[in-house]
């Protein structure tokens, strides 16, 4: 059978032309591809940093808050703590002349072993047990050095037995609340023993001009 002669052949490609064509396109797409990734590197690392920055501004301002808070919560405390110490203290400042006629009253009774006088001193004692738990505690200043910060010297007296300086009668109890001395006890202050009296100098007799002849 007779081939026809014009038909075309397809003629294959050369190789060397191929082989530039696929280097050439391999070298294109590793540069656009290298560019991109560089790119998107660089955006994660700015995104990165960024969250970053944001998260250490929010621990610095959590941070912040919390020590606002603790501030906050203590200085409430003290504010309270102070508001119910004043509060007590005037409530019990209130009170202490009821002691002090208490006291007043049982030193008077003649009898201290009277029913009613007995009496008495259970409402006092409850009532010192009381104010006791409050943190009330009597100052007894009595023999003791004197002390300007708890005692209120209203005299000195010269006394025999006690040295100057010490408390030689305490005319009205003080108390304490606490740390802090809400009533100075008052009292009277030892001068030490007393200065014998200086014997006035004698005059010298005179001689008598008949006696001495």
Do not use: W
């Amino acid at each position: 059978m007779m081939r026809n002669k014009n038909k075309t052949t397809p003629t294959e490609p050369d190789p060397a032309v191929a082989a530039a064509k696929v280097a050439e396109d391999s070298s294109g797409g590793a540069g656009t591809k290298t560019a991109a990734q560089a790119a998107d590197s660089s955006s994660a690392e700015d995104g990165t940093a960024a969250l970053q920055q944001a998260l250490e501004a929010s621990r610095e301002q959590h941070v912040r808050l919390l020590a606002d808070f603790d501030n906050y919560r203590k200085r409430v405390a003290r504010e309270r703590a102070e508001t119910i110490r004043n509060a007590s203290e005037e409530i019990i400042a209130e009170l202490l002349p009821v002691l002090d006629h208490f006291e007043l009253a049982l030193r008077q009774a003649p009898d201290p072993d009277e029913a009613f006088v007995v009496g008495v001193r259970m409402v006092y004692d409850q009532l010192v047990t009381t104010l006791g738990k409050a943190g009330l505690a009597a100052i007894n200043a009595q023999g003791e050095p004197f002390n300007p910060d708890e005692h209120d010297a209203i005299g000195y007296q010269p006394d025999d037995e006690l040295e100057e300086g010490l408390v030689l009668i305490q005319t009205r109890c003080g108390y304490r609340l606490g740390d802090r001395v809400i009533r100075p006890a008052t009292v009277i202050v030892s001068s030490g023993a007393p200065q014998p009296a200086e014997a006035d100098d004698a005059d010298p007799e005179e001689c008598d001009d008949e006696d001495a002849l």
